[in-house]
């Protein structure tokens, strides 16, 4: 019988343990779920959002969503890096031009990331065009590096014309590079320039002369003190009359031969420089003289600003229809394109001089806050971006995507012109410094405007209206 007791006693035990746990088991259906509202504390946003840049920086530029699928979330940026990088693909080649493309591949991919598409038509005239034209001089000399020659046959100047657009276009670059920067196969010609070959260039030209001044160009001087740019314009004046001298060039009438044979000829001059110089030199030192001749000019069309000159022609003091008249133009050009910090200096004084012809004596830049940057693209319809004056690229990373730097984040206010008239306008200050702007009332910065102010943007949110 002992035996059975023990296993009995084993079973009872077993029972009790189960039973206990079933009911302690259950007692938690009894429970009765609470909700709990989680109160965020106020220094912490209630879903994720990309902070706001430091004080100073431009926030990114939108872009059009015709490029990109449309945000879901409208109020809130998107990533940037999506997308990151223009497409690219093998392109077709004519297989008729005798170029190994690869000796210049650095500077056509420089070519493509500055010109990229949808954003070529927003930075042509300062950042596109002119490294297009460095690659069509460098091309010239890569093509007649193993001859006597200084250009391209037409035949043949058509198909490498073809094959090098078509090489930009499957890097990402605008198919309407033609178009926008005004280049066609004739440019690498020579066109009516009479000498285009080596042996009489050199026979004519003062090459040491031209070399010493162009194998190494100041950024901060030549535009103020040029060296390399009239060197250049001897030497094509040269060629375009064989080679005639300095004081019978001046004693011809109109320059000596007419515009478009010296421009031909300025041509062969870069293609010579370009067989002297590396790519990367002659890519240097051509964009620096692109910087000078983009700086001179305002590329903004300005139509004519009757409803402001009606609005603001009496005002003293600060005018709401005034300023309200004025900032409505000023949006409107300010969805044409980026300019760089000098020639927001001369868009400022150029539609200044339009409005003192029409009776505005009153500088409205100041009565209505009118800065520089105003007169260049916006970001967010609040901060526009200004480019430096010397040479920038677009640059293609895996930090920031496809981005460009901008310069001049403080509100330095846009100067009133003394006159009417633009002949006493000069970029050029005493020290040669670059550039040169006027110093701002009230600076966020740490310096005035001798010290660069930069901010690397993202291309990828470009305002949907400007790109149509």
Known sequence: MEPLNADFHLCSTLYRRFLIFAIWLCSFQQVVSQEVVLKPKPSVPDKFMLSDPPAGLFDPIEISPAVIPRNPYPVE??????PSF?????????????????????????TASDCSAPLAALVGKVICCPQVNSLMHIFQATYS?????????????????????????SRGANNTIPTLCSVKPSNLTGGSCPVKDITSFEKTVNTSKLLDACSTVDPLKEC?????????????????????????????PGGGTAVNVVNDCKGVVYAWLSRKLSPEAANTAFRILSGCKVNKVCPLTFEEPSS???????????????CASLNTYIAAIQKQMLITNRQAINCATLFGSMLQKGGVMTNVYE??????????LQAYGQQGCLLRSLPADIVLDNVTGVSFTCDLSDNIAAPWPSSSSLSSLSLCAPEMSLPALPIPQTSRSSGSYGI?????????????????
């Not at 006597?148 to 276009?169: E, G, K, P, R, Y």
């Open 308 to 322: 402001v000159i009606k609005a603001c022609h009496d005002a003293a003091s600060p005018s709401p229809s005034c």
């Open 145 to 169: 590096s193993e001859s006597d020659t200084l250009v391209l046959h037409q035949a043949a100047a058509n198909d490498c014309f073809s094959d090098v657009m078509s090489i930009l276009a």
């Open 77 to 82: 940026p998107l990533s940037p890096m999506y």
């Open 367 to 376: 009565l209505c806050d009118v800065d520089l940057k105003d007169f260049s």
């Open 224 to 252: 103020c003190r040029p060296v390399c740019q009239p060197a250049i314009m001897e030497a094509a004046l040269r060629i375009s009359l064989g080679g005639a001298s300095m004081l019978e060039i001046s004693n011809l």
């Open 452 to 468: 660069e102010v930069r901010t690397s943007i993202p291309l990828l949110y470009l305002v949907s209206s400007l790109l149509f």
């Open 86 to 110: 223009p497409s690219t693909y093998e392109p077709v080649l004519t297989g008729k031009c005798p170029v190994n493309f690869s000796s210049i591949s650095d500077i056509v991919d420089k």
